[in-house]
């Protein structure tokens, strides 16, 4: 149903409030180990606005056996499918990608300074699996002359390197077909628009390859039978669906899918090798009532330690949102994170009963959202490089609400976002050298901390009024989702304060006057540093963006527990009182509840109006200098670890051993079978 915050969105927040220093370049242990190392790199290198991080799975090597083989032969079905999703990007894109990477997979002889563009753009094109940004959907280019690329590919040719030239065609006529893509930011400019202007069309004007010749004119009277997986194909005037299918379009990468799957289910708990049968089923067939099936299997595994990903997800790119991108991912349950995660759930009435609003819009009967802690282990398509955080599945309405969903919090994605953000973010917007240092010690934990209980106890919380009829959505209207967000904030930061944190053990009583500084400062921060992502106008939209700074700026407004002040001319928000900051913390939770619950949308369009949307261009302006003379990224792809398959003698994997490329380039050769 969602995906939650997608990482590009959520590593741009976690910049912008949870700074934690790059790390020493130690490399990471080959032990398994429960707690993350904080000598180890994450942040491996920057591509102009992208960064490249190093994804760890500290538990991988103390799982059984079974469980490791369980999840090889699914990351093969992972690595076996992510062509889909460069395809589904662009028809050319594939084409494109085996042209770059045979010439940096043979770099002898070539211009350096070509080279060095060329492996600019190669590296960019991995991480967006394609030629288009996935913050903007444009098509980024490349930087060079058409003489220049041709000369590279010439001079890998005669290294070694193979070109996918279609039969009767020389390189240079290949590098002509594709030069369009590769040089002319005008040419299939936008991969998913669902804005065109007036008078255009969606789908003529959005370059992806899961439509091909068709407009939204063609569609009217035209029944669809594989809306989900396949192609629609306008030829000599007639549609026609490519089933996504054995023996359809892309037969060859689901066949090989299937077949690690098939490998895959003797490793697997029962009710993980259901929803696997399943899911060879319905690649076989193509069939819509097979992928209900399918669905219904993999929501009704709830319990497995290692589960998966794969097939026709998530709907973006399609502008229509019906057709589904293909992605994988592999993943084990985090036990420490999920433990803390029950706790507050199965603690949830507890919160419930001392929550600081009005008991009559106490619930009396509250149950936590359940959610697992992961460790992903390989994302592949749709999912990778570039990841998303919190993901909730399947997105079939009607299976949700007759069977469930499963929501999973990927762990060691948010460590890994948390501590490749540089250092420098941290130092430039702390007021002391205390603050900054809190940060570096607490910040993660204490974002994590509140992130639960945002999700778990927060979003899970409070009732109406008794009399009040219909939704609150509609009452509120516009300013519902800043308001729900803004009150989930508060009862995370209200409770990470309560002694009952420590009671339960999920804190250490000496630290958690530290965590809950390191996290109200943070939050204090962010309240500014969130504006360089608003770079026209004076004006926020973005939901979570207005309730942030709503909350920062009524309890500048109504407590002593922030300061603003300059220093050498540049803007500092200090949060120097605690106690007065959960204190206001907990009344203004109240008036929100009582908004929410009386439906009042008066009360909440002048919160947001006087506090949540407004802001200084002038303050912004000083804040995107500082951000940009920092040079941060906006976005993130992460190299996964490797896996590596010891065989004995009679061909059973008797280890599964992993390791960290730190590199993408090494990775991305890898999946693509070029590695020497
Ligand atoms: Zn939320």
């Not at 003529?204 to 009217?220: Q, R």
């Not at 994302?379 to 999973?408: A, C, F």
């Not at 209980?453 to 899970?460: C, L, S, Y």
């Amino acid at each position: 149903m969602y995906r939650l915050t997608s990482c590009a969105v959520i590593l741009a927040a976690a910049i912008a409030c949870r700074p934690t220093p790059e790390k020493s370049s130690a490399p990471p242990p080959a032990a398994a180990s429960s707690s993350p190392e904080s000598s180890r790199k994450y942040l491996l290198e920057q591509i102009d606005d992208a960064s490249v991080v190093q994804l760890y799975a500290d538990q991988f090597a103390a799982l059984p056996l079974r469980e490791k083989t369980l999840i090889w032969h699914l990351s093969q079905a992972a690595i076996a499918g992510r062509d889909i999703y460069y395809d589904q990007k662009h028809r050319q894109a594939l084409e494109m990608r085996r042209v770059l990477e045979a010439i940096v997979s043979h770099p002898t002889g070539i211009d350096p300074a070509a080279l060095a563009e060329i492996q600019r753009y190669t590296k960019l094109f991995w991480i967006n699996s394609g030629p288009y940004n996935n913050l903007t959907a444009r098509k980024f280019v490349l930087k060079t002359t058409p003489q220049a690329l041709s000369a590279a590919a010439r001079a890998a040719a005669g290294a070694g390197a193979t070109f996918p030239t279609q039969p009767n065609e020389s390189l240079d006529q290949l590098l002509t077909r594709l030069g369009p893509m590769f040089f002319d930011a005008n040419v299939d400019a936008i991969v998913t628009n669902k804005t065109p202007g007036p008078g255009k069309d969606i789908l003529s004007s959005s370059a992806n390859n899961l439509y091909s010749g068709v407009s939204m004119a063609d569609l009217k009277g035209f029944t669809e039978k594989y809306g989900l997986n396949s192609r629609l194909v306008k030829s000599s005037g007639k549609l026609s669906e490519e089933v996504y299918r054995v023996g359809g379009r892309y037969d060859k990468e689901i066949r090989q899918i299937i077949s690690h799957l098939e490998a895959a289910i003797p490793f697997a708990t029962e009710p993980m090798a259901n929803a696997l049968r399943a899911l060879i089923q319905f690649y076989k067939t193509g069939e819509d009532a097979d992928r209900v099936k399918y669905d219904i299997a993999w929501v009704a595994d709830k319990a497995s330690p290692v589960d998966t990903i794969n097939g026709f997800i998530e709907v973006y790119l399609d502008p229509r949102g019906i057709k589904g991108s293909w992605e994988a991912l592999v993943f084990y349950v985090n036990k420490e994170k999920t433990d803390r995660i029950n706790k507050f759930a199965a603690n949830a009435q507890w919160f419930e009963d001392h929550m600081p609003f009005d008991a009559k819009y106490r619930k009396a009967d509250v149950k936590g959202i359940v959610a697992n802690a992961i460790d992903v282990v390989v994302e592949t398509g749709d999912s990778g490089p570039v990841t998303p955080i919190g993901i909730n599945l399947p997105n079939d309405q009607r299976i949700r609400e007759e069977h469930g969903s499963k929501s999973v919090s990927l762990a060691n994605v948010r460590e890994a976002s948390d501590n490749a953000t540089p250092a420098s973010l941290r130092t430039e917007f702390s007021w002391t050298p205390e603050e900054a240092e809190r940060t570096m010690k607490f910040g993660a934990l204490a974002a994590e901390l509140h992130t639960d209980m945002h999700e778990v106890i927060g979003h899970a919380s409070g009732q109406q009024a008794s009399g009040f009829k219909g939704t609150p959505q509609e009452a509120i209207k516009e300013f519902f989702s800043a308001l729900e967000e803004g009150r989930a904030d508060l009862v995370g930061l209200y409770f990470l304060g309560d002694p009952k944190l420590a009671e339960l053990g999920i804190v250490s009583a000496a630290d958690q006057d530290a965590i809950v500084r390191a996290e109200y400062e943070a939050y204090t921060r962010n309240a500014i540093v969130q504006l360089r992502r608003v770079r026209e106008g004076t004006q926020i939209e973005e939901d979570h963006m207005r309730n942030r700074q709503m909350i920062i700026r009524w309890l500048m407004a109504n407590t002593k527990a922030i300061e603003q002040r300059t220093r050498d001319g540049k803007t500092y928000l200090e949060m120097t009182d605690a106690k007065a900051f959960r204190d206001g913390v907990g009344k203004l939770l109240a008036e929100i509840q009582r908004i929410k619950s009386e439906g009042d949308y008066a009360a909440a369009k002048k919160l947001f109006e006087t506090y949540g949307i407004h802001f200084e261009a002038p303050l912004r302006d000083e804040i995107v200098k500082r951000v940009d003379s920092l040079n941060l990224p906006s976005y993130s792809g992460f190299v996964m670890p490797r896996l590596a398959a010891v065989k004995g003698g009679d061909g059973a994997i008797t280890d599964v051993q992993i390791s960290y490329p730190m590199d993408l380039t090494t990775q991305m050769l890898e999946y693509a079978g070029l590695s020497k």
